[in-house]
């Protein structure tokens, strides 16, 4: 099975090349950016770091995919390769990066204003059956969301494309779109996997965000973990660091064979 290969693969690379994990820091270390408005209390500075790391980010991930490619096909990865395939595909990812976020977005927001207009109709069927209408509003929440997972699961192979395959911004959604359209079921079930493993490498990251926010553990579970932040802010960077250079190792190892797998197959005429 593809799925099972690739996280086999990931586990395989990243044994073989511990220098998967010096990328990996480098976004734990940058995902932990969004607490700085918490620890020196300039919301200014920190929208301006905030931002700044958007901007970085697709630098990092182009090179940790490169690496990674490289870790994969058993090649010396170095940070030489990581800092050449940074370098080499910054723009695209910049620019595709910025179009999956707006394309997620103008989904949601379009979706919504469809929502808010069947809205209106679901308040006058309110007054005339309230389970109908409950009923009615539970599904358009769930159409907008599953709409919305769709979208990203369809091209969420953009930078993968990009980094790989040498595609251009637009090449690369094409791309992604066709991948996942022939190996659907393969992608739903992995997306699923995929996301719910990275969730569990950001559970103390969701603690501290609890922390730093009105509602505290206590809130949530049913004991207080007494964690103090000084603990769980490096412990957070440290296991977020692990968990990225694992799941965007295998989400690599996962697009190769995919691509492989697609080569392999005859396009029916």
């Given at each position: 099975m593809v799925a099972v290969s690739a996280f086999e693969d990931g586990f395989?690379?990243?044994?073989?090349?511990?220098?998967?994990?010096?990328?990996?820091?480098?976004?734990?270390?940058?995902?932990q950016l969004q607490y700085v408005?918490?620890?020196?209390?300039?919301?200014?500075?920190?929208?301006?770091?905030?931002?700044?790391?958007?901007?970085?980010?697709?630098?990092?991930l182009?090179?940790?995919?490169?690496?990674?490619?490289?870790?994969?096909?058993?090649?010396?990865?170095?940070?030489?390769?990581?800092?050449?395939?940074?370098?080499t595909h910054y723009l695209r990812l910049l620019f595709a990066t910025v179009s999956f976020v707006l394309l997620v977005f103008g989904t949601a927001i379009g979706l919504g204003l469809v929502g808010f207009v069947l809205g209106i109709g679901t308040?006058?069927?309110?007054?005339?059956?309230?389970?109908?209408?409950?009923t009615a509003g539970v599904v358009s929440?769930?159409?907008?969301?599953?709409?919305?997972?769709l979208v990203i699961m369809f091209v969420q192979f953009y930078d993968t494309a990009i980094v790989i395959e040498n595609e251009s911004v637009t090449d690369a959604f094409r791309r992604s779109i066709e991948l996942v359209r022939s190996n659907l079921k393969s992608v739903a079930g992995f997306s699923l996997a995929?996301?719910?493993l990275l969730n569990v490498f950001f559970i103390p990251d969701y603690l501290l965000?609890?922390?730093?926010?009105?509602?505290?553990?206590a809130d949530v579970l049913p004991i207080d973990l007494g964690i103090p932040i000084?603990?769980?802010?490096?412990?957070?960077?440290?296991?977020?660091?692990v968990g990225f250079a694992y799941c965007y190792t295998v989400y690599t190892a996962y697009y190769m064979r995919l691509i492989a797998l697609s080569s392999a197959v005859p396009e029916s005429t």
């Amino acid at each position: 099975m593809v799925a099972v290969s690739a996280f086999e693969d990931g586990f395989t690379a990243l044994r073989a090349n511990p220098i998967l994990f010096v990328a990996g820091l480098l976004v734990g270390g940058g995902s932990q950016l969004q607490y700085v408005d918490h620890l020196i209390e300039s919301p200014l500075i920190s929208a301006g770091v905030s931002l700044l790391w958007l901007i970085v980010f697709p630098f990092v991930l182009g090179g940790f995919i490169g690496t990674a490619q490289t870790a994969i096909d058993g090649t010396d990865p170095s940070l030489t390769r990581f800092f050449t395939a940074a370098r080499t595909h910054y723009l695209r990812l910049l620019f595709a990066t910025v179009s999956f976020v707006l394309l997620v977005f103008g989904t949601a927001i379009g979706l919504g204003l469809v929502g808010f207009v069947l809205g209106i109709g679901t308040m006058a069927l309110a007054a005339i059956h309230e389970m109908a209408a409950f009923t009615a509003g539970v599904v358009s929440l769930l159409i907008w969301l599953v709409t919305i997972l769709l979208v990203i699961m369809f091209v969420q192979f953009y930078d993968t494309a990009i980094v790989i395959e040498n595609e251009s911004v637009t090449d690369a959604f094409r791309r992604s779109i066709e991948l996942v359209r022939s190996n659907l079921k393969s992608v739903a079930g992995f997306s699923l996997a995929w996301l719910g493993l990275l969730n569990v490498f950001f559970i103390p990251d969701y603690l501290l965000q609890l922390i730093l926010t009105d509602a505290g553990p206590a809130d949530v579970l049913p004991i207080d973990l007494g964690i103090p932040i000084a603990v769980l802010l490096p412990f957070g960077v440290a296991v977020s660091a692990v968990g990225f250079a694992y799941c965007y190792t295998v989400y690599t190892a996962y697009y190769m064979r995919l691509i492989a797998l697609s080569s392999a197959v005859p396009e029916s005429t």
